[in-house]
C-alpha cells in the first residue's frame, strides 16, 4: 500500500480481550479485513496462529463470529464503538492438533 492512500485511510484502534482478560491494542486501517488483524495479532503473540483465532463481538445480547473475508468496518468496528476498550473484541483460541 502506498503512503497516500495510508494517509487516506481511517486509522483506528481496535482492542481484543483473550480468555484471561488480557486486552491488546492493534492500529488498523478501517476497511482492513479480520484476517488482516488475525495477522497483526498473531505478530504480537507469535504462540497464536491466525488458524487458532475465533474473533467474536456481542452484537445485542447475542455473539457473532467475525468472519475473515469481511471488512472490520462491516461490523461497525470503530475506536469509540464495538473494538474499544469498553467493548474490546473477544478472542478464542484453539490448539492445532
Not at 9 to 27: F, H, L, P, Q
Not at 55 to 80: G, K, W
Amino acid at each position: 500500500m502506498n503512503r497516500n492512500r495510508m494517509s487516506s485511510e481511517s486509522i483506528i484502534n481496535v482492542c481484543i480481550k483473550d480468555e484471561a482478560g488480557n486486552t491488546t491494542e492493534i492500529v488498523m486501517i478501517q476497511n482492513g479485513t479480520v484476517h488482516t488483524l488475525k495477522e497483526k495479532y498473531s505478530d504480537l503473540h507469535a504462540e497464536i496462529t491466525v488458524e487458532q483465532q475465533k474473533l467474536v463481538i456481542d452484537s445485542h445480547n447475542a455473539r457473532v463470529a467475525l468472519e475473515d473475508h469481511n471488512t472490520i468496518s462491516s461490523y461497525n468496528i470503530s475506536t469509540n464503538g464495538i473494538g474499544s476498550r469498553e467493548n474490546p473484541i473477544l478472542i478464542f483460541t484453539f490448539k492445532s492438533k
